[in-house]
């Protein structure tokens, strides 16, 4: 049985806005060890090379010159030692990243780590990968290389940026979006907005405005926590907001993949292993050892596609979603960042004292995804009675949410009298609450999801866990 009968075709990614385009999967066929490594030092004289000179017999230091002739290397103790070309198999170029750089480490087994480059050395390579260092001895390492720091990226992308095409100056915005650039996408969204007013324009300028509010609202916050305290602030403390965990974000995640439109994944190889293993008898699990190691070849969204085809809920820690999937980076932009933090959620709000029982995560910095999925979860969770959930999947204009957020002239379901409150959509701006209303419509024709996740209900008068779900649809596997 071949495993294409079992997995459908593997879908092609949204095309990423970051630029240039660049593959987590494969290394680059161009690129071999014998080849200076971009972004390393090519100048004689100033590059780090090791040689590689047969069996396990290498010479390493700063080569001073090359010709065809010879190869001069100046060794870490001064030492110049001369090479003829046929006696060099192998010029292994190192790379100096600048701090926090990104970059893979291609080891000689086959496999590579993407991570930040700490040090690419002639006795030691290492990366850290969130937060951990990983370290391998330099005879474990092909080669290291680095890509391209954001000032490159930009660099690079402006001067090939053709400012009469909107559509991919749009893509340049949300990658300096993605990239907490908000400045920068604001200018250039500012120069878009002249020639091509839209709502989808109008939209993005609104997220960098309050992404670049956030940003300064976050300095500020720091300043302040170094800072004692007046007695009266102290109660700030009270009103912390438990946090998803990681695992619970990255479940979501998971559970939210629109194969139409997959975010970037990682699956454990060790995941494949226990698939066979665990659902060796399962009749779409491909029979002979031929047949399931091509499993280990596929895609890893093609894996996590026949893991929900066979329901194996039990593995999915194993995959690893490094992205927002669509519908939740739609919630960001058009709920979360674009109105949901700047009023509901400030300190002065819900995301304070004194203010009620309903509470929402303060982001601690621009693109907080802790408090961005915590947030959804609480919206979720919370009604106020049965027929006011804050997110109304089956008639969105009375999402709860949408009706606290207007003028009490437009609203069916008016937010409480409290000082200091102030509407902040409008049913008239197209900018705001089309697509806020758009994106809960949108969430109604997805397979409902009961997340495997273990959250508390956010307190409210009357809470349920969780609001009903569009009547067409039922509950799906991950």
């Known amino acids: 049985m071949n495993l294409s009968t079992l997995i459908m075709t593997t879908l092609v990614l949204c095309q990423a806005s970051a630029p240039p385009d660049q593959s987590d999967e494969q290394s680059p066929s161009n690129l071999t060890p014998s080849e200076p490594v971009e972004h390393t030092a090519s100048d004689t004289g100033t590059a780090r090379v090791i040689l590689e000179l047969g069996g396990e017999d290498t010479a390493h230091g700063v080569l001073l010159s090359s010709s065809g002739e010879e190869l001069k290397l100046q060794t870490p103790n001064n030492q110049i030692r001369v090479f003829r070309p046929e006696q060099v198999l192998e010029i292994v170029r190192l790379v100096d990243p600048v701090e926090g750089q990104q970059g893979r480490v291609y080891l000689r087994n086959g496999q590579s780590h993407r991570g930040t480059i700490v040090k ?10 969130e937060g951990i260092d990983i370290s391998w001895n330099r005879q474990q390492v092909q080669f290291v290389e680095l890509e391209p720091t954001f000032e490159e990226q930009y660099d690079q992308y402006k001067k090939r940026l053709d400012e009469s095409s909107w559509p991919r100056h749009l893509l340049f915005v949300r990658w300096l979006l993605k990239e907490d650039k908000p400045k920068l996408a604001l200018i250039e969204l500012q120069h878009i907005e002249r020639f091509h007013d839209t709502p989808e324009v109008r939209n993005l300028i ?30 700030l403390e009270k009103v912390k907001v438990p946090r998803l965990t990681e695992r619970e974000i990255n479940r979501i995640r998971i559970y939210e993949i629109d194969f139409s439109n997959p975010p970037k994944v990682n699956v454990d190889p060790v995941i494949i292993h226990a698939l066979i293993d665990g659902y060796g008898d399962h009749p779409l699990m491909p029979a002979g050892s031929n047949a399931q190691q091509q499993l280990f070849e596929a895609k890893p969204i093609e894996i996590v596609r026949f893991m929900r085809r066979l329901e194996a809920a039990d593995l999915i820690d194993g995959i690893k979603v490094t992205e927002d999937p669509e519908t939740m980076r739609l919630f960001r932009e058009r709920i979360h960042d674009s109105f949901l933090t700047r009023s509901c959620g400030t300190a002065n709000c819900h995301g304070g004292p004194g203010v009620g029982d309903f509470r929402l995560a303060i982001p601690s910095k621009p693109d907080d995804v802790t408090a961005q999925y915590t947030n959804y979860i609480i919206l979720r969770q919370t009604a106020r009675n049965t027929n006011w959930p804050m997110l109304n999947f089956e008639n969105p204009e009375k999402s709860l949410l949408l009706q606290y957020a207007l003028p009490q002239n437009q609203s069916q379901k008016q937010h409480p009298n409290v000082r200091g409150w102030k509407p902040s959509l409008n049913t008239s701006n197209r900018q705001t609450y089309l697509p806020a209303r758009n994106w809960i419509k949108g969430m109604s024709r997805r397979p409902w999801h009961t997340y495997p996740i273990n959250y508390p209900p956010a307190a409210s008068e009357s809470p349920v866990p969780e609001p009903n779900p569009p009547a067409s649809v039922g509950q799906t596997a991950p």
Not at 206 to 222: F, G
């Open 206 to 235: 609104l997220i960098a405005k309050a992404r670049i509010e956030l940003n300064d609202h976050s300095e500020t916050q720091v300043v302040e926590v170094q800072n004692p305290r007046t007695p009266a602030d102290t109660s």
């Open 120 to 129: 690419d050395g002639f006795h030691q390579v290492i990366i850290n990968v």
